[in-house]
Structure formats: structure tokens, C-alpha cells
């Protein structure tokens, strides 16, 4: 596991670590538990997210509420390897949570969080049609889930 930390210092970890359990943690607080300064907690954390390691946001879990709110995954087989352009387009699509460059049976793998069916129906036929160098799709719709978090859409 330290491997895949590579970069980051035990005090970088621990901040990561405390913001995990409590986004909203004040840097003083922060500070008093680790034993360090005020300033040097604002200064790592200011660093790690300008370094586009560490987003402390507010999240929702999306199976709290009684809407229509739809999660799904959807696998592209992409007709020629132009990832990076292909996965820059969808990821400025309205309701797309996260793209992947994965292995196997698909080229990318998106996640989508979107507010109804419907919506989900317009992101398929239409954003999607607009995105080209798409061949194939698969959608998987998440029935339910554990520790799924995503952002307000």
C-alpha cells in the first residue's frame, strides 16, 4: 500500500486519512490532533489539492432519496484508439461522475449520475451520438449499492 502513495509523506497521509473521516475538519482541530501547526496543515492541504491529489467536497449517498436519481456504468468500445480525446468529451458531459481507460472487453468505462430514466435515455441517444468514434455501448443500471457516494448532479 505504500507503493501507491508515492509522493506523499506520513504527514500527508494523515491529513489525507483525517479529511476521509471529516471533510469539514478545521485546519486547527486538524493541527491539534497531529500535533503540528495550524499553518503547516493549511499549507500540506493547500498543496496536495493544488497538485490535484487531494478534492475535499461534499458528497451524497444516492440511494438516501425517493427520486428518480439513476446511477449507471457504461462500457464504450471505441472505433480507433483516441482515448484521451474520446474520454476529454465524455467527461464534460451533464451527469458523468468519472471516464476510465480499462482492460477488457471495453475501451472505456464511464459512470453517470443523472436525476431520471429519461435523462438517462438523452445521455445515451444524444450526448453520446455527439461525442462520435463510439462503436458500441453497454449500459449497466446500479440497482443498489454500498459506500456509493457521488456528487449532487
Known sequence: MKNLHK???????KI???????????????ARK??????????????????NT???TASINPFSFSSDGIIAY????????THTITMKKISQLK?????????????LLVE?????????????????SGVGGI?????FIVLDAMNKWVELP
Open 95 to 107: 451527469g458523468v461522475v468519472s471516464v476510465c481507460n480499462v482492460s477488457g472487453r471495453y475501451d
Open 54 to 56: 487531494l478534492r475535499v
Open 112 to 128: 453517470i449520475f443523472l436525476e431520471s430514466r429519461q435523462d438517462l435515455n438523452r445521455f445515451l441517444i444524444e450526448s453520446l
Open 16 to 30: 489525507i486519512s483525517e479529511f476521509q473521516k471529516d471533510g469539514r475538519k478545521s485546519s486547527k482541530a486538524l
Open 74 to 81: 457504461v462500457g464504450m468500445e471505441l472505433e480507433k484508439r
Open 7 to 13: 509522493g506523499l509523506d506520513d504527514l500527508d497521509r
Open 34 to 51: 497531529l500535533k503540528v501547526s495550524d499553518g503547516t496543515i493549511r499549507f500540506r492541504t493547500n498543496r496536495l489539492i493544488k497538485q
Open 135 to 139: 462503436n458500441r455501448t453497454e449500459t
